[in-house]
């Protein structure tokens, strides 16, 4: 058996073979090759790997290879980064709601006098352990507070996935509203990143008071061709039938809507955010956060972003 080579040829052979496809002389190199080679044989060689490159570009589709997909879409956490017990002088209950077979874990912050109910959908990594500064801010306006996490976060079991993330918002929802009987003019939908795509959906299928998302996309086919050039090759009918197309949900009736986006997001673009805005019907809100990130603007930018955000719900509440 050959020996492997040492660490810098290995590095060296590396970097030559990532870089052959930037180089200008490896490219006139290929051309004047390829313009010796007898066109109908070049042709029907290429027409052999038709098939081949036709069952790869299905293999690939986002309708098809969604456990893959899934991979990059979600990022749970199995360990809470905190042990909470109460936060702001309200204490916490840890529940478990049903939600498709499976059983989600959340925390009910049940607030005396509370002027309505906020159901806090997260982004997609972590768990609610790590949505403390979100939950106590609501506390703090005198909000009750229900934070859930979806299938295969925290302590909720099963796996994530589309479908399955927008039946637990649901689940999540009825809980308040069938077994603590919270009527719909008490609760406001929150939404983060990913969990805007939820509250969207919630929005979609529930009545509620208002809702406020905060760094979310305006679909999953629209943000990922922003971020995959391998997804611009895929039309609309090539994702999952369940786009978590926000943009679509708002252009209809629905409460006061409060959006919120940094504009130096570097994860979700603010124009995700803009386009929400621009097909969504009234009463609608936009809060563009100067150079606010993607998970900074209840840390960083906490002045500006609590400012507005107590405004809207001053407003309706």
């Known amino acids: 058996m050959k020996a492997a080579p040492p660490m810098q040829e290995f590095a060296a052979m590396f970097w030559n073979d990532l870089t052959c496809a930037f180089s200008l002389n490896q490219w006139r190199n290929c051309l004047q090759k390829l ?23 299905a293999l690939l589709s986002p309708a098809v290879a969604s456990p893959l997909y899934n991979k990059i879409l979600f990022y749970p956490s199995k360990e809470h980064a905190f042990a909470v017990e109460s936060l702001a002088g309200t204490a916490k209950e840890n529940i478990f709601i049903a939600s498709g077979g499976e059983k989600l874990n959340a925390w009910l912050f049940d607030k005396t006098g509370a002027k309505g109910t906020v159901l806090i959908s997260h982004g997609n990594a972590g768990n609610i352990s790590h949505r403390i500064p979100i939950i106590e801010y609501f506390l703090s306006q005198n ?3 229900l934070a859930y ?6 302590l909720s079991t099963g ?5 399955k993330i927008c039946q637990d918002g649901l689940a999540a929802y009825d809980y308040l509203s069938k077994e603590r009987k919270i009527p719909p003019e008490k609760i406001v ?7 805007g795509g939820v509250s969207a ?3 979609g299928n529930r009545e509620a008071a208002a809702i406020v998302l905060q760094s979310t996309f305006s679909s999953l086919p629209h943000v990922a061709r922003s971020k995959m050039l391998l997804m611009r090759a895929y039309p609309n009918f090539l994702f999952p039938k369940n786009k978590m197309d926000s943009a679509k949900i708002l252009a209809g009736a629905h409460p006061p809507l409060l959006i919120i986006h940094g504009t130096g997001d570097g994860i979700i673009p603010c124009k995700e955010s803009k386009l929400i805005y621009e097909k969504a019907a009234e009463p609608k809100k936009l809060l563009l956060i100067e150079g606010g990130g993607h998970n900074d603007l209840f840390y960083e930018y906490k002045d500006e972003t609590l400012k507005g955000l107590s405004e809207f719900l001053k407003n309706g509440f």
Do not use: C, M, T, W
């Open 143 to 145: 909000f009750s507070v």
């Open 149 to 154: 996490d979806y299938q295969g976060y925290g």
């Open 35 to 57: 313009s010796k080679v007898n066109r109908r044989v070049l042709f029907s060689n290429l027409v052999a790997i038709i098939p081949q490159i036709a069952v790869f570009y």
């Open 159 to 163: 796996e994530p996935g589309i479908d």
């Open 201 to 203: 959906h919630i929005a």
């Open 189 to 195: 939908l929150f939404g983060e990143s990913l969990g």
